[in-house]
């Protein structure tokens, strides 16, 4: 059963520019999070989605967005990016809230320059 | 608002020792406890998780321990190994949304 997959790995981008992460759950779960994670702030809950709705929301300025497809892959999106977005961002994967498990991607690392 | 306390930061022992992390979570309306293990690289995986309705679990070499009055859960690992070495997240959830704790580095020296 393949995992949580998570592109890009890895990418570079400058201050002012927009990225797009992508995110494809594990076959069958209906629920992905996403998570901001850093060196001084560990792993910050941004958003999650549960069929294609957004569920629930973290402490993040607008410029952190997201969405869900019908086929349960998602995607997030920053967008006038800062120095500070610099993170390593998480996707998890599970089948509902109710079930509590949650399965991480290898996660996508941002360089902002 | 909700927060998850995990200590210590960094965790040394020598191989075949015991290791005890342990965490303190706000939201008394959480139900859900599990644990991460994050190597280097990688995501974290979920290596052992507890429900309210339970205060012991265990699995082979790792047991978690959870005390709902005084919101306490603890990892316990014995005989420690090497591949042990990792980053270690606790996280408390009440079905709204995950929230982790700061991890905990732990060493394992041959």
């Known amino acids: 059963k393949a995992g949580v997959t998570q592109t890009p790995r890895y990418l570079i981008k400058t201050r002012g520019q927009q990225v797009t992460l992508s995110c494809s759950p594990i076959s069958g779960h209906r629920s992905v999070s996403w998570y901001q994670q850093t060196p001084g702030q560990g792993l910050q809950f941004l958003f999650e989605?549960?069929?294609?709705?957004?569920?629930n929301k973290g402490n993040f300025p607008g410029r952190f967005s997201g969405r869900q497809f019908s086929n349960s892959r998602s995607e997030m999106n920053v967008s006038t990016l800062e120095l500070g977005d610099s993170a390593l961002y998480l996707c998890?994967?599970?089948?509902?809230?109710?079930?509590?498990?949650?399965?991480f991607g290898e996660g996508s690392r941002l360089t902002v320059l | 608002g909700e927060n998850v306390e995990q200590h210590p930061s960094t965790l040394s022992v020598q191989e075949g020792d015991s290791a005890v992390i342990k965490c303190t979570y706000s939201d008394s309306a959480s139900n859900y406890f599990p644990w991460y293990k994050q190597e280097l690289g990688k995501g974290p995986q979920l290596i052992i998780d507890?429900?309210?309705?339970?205060g012991e679990k265990k699995d082979q070499r790792i047991a978690v321990t959870l005390n709902k009055t005084a919101k306490h859960f603890s990892l316990h690992i014995t005989e420690t190994q090497p591949e042990d070495s990792a980053v270690y997240f606790c996280?408390?959830?009440?079905?709204?949304?995950?929230?982790f704790g700061t991890g905990t580095r732990l060493q394992v020296f041959p």
């Open positions: 998890a994967s599970g089948k509902d809230r109710e079930e509590g498990e949650l399965f």
């Open positions: 989605y549960f069929s294609e709705t957004q569920r």
């Open positions: 507890i429900r309210s309705n339970v």
């Open positions: 996280a408390a959830s009440n079905t709204d949304k995950l929230i």
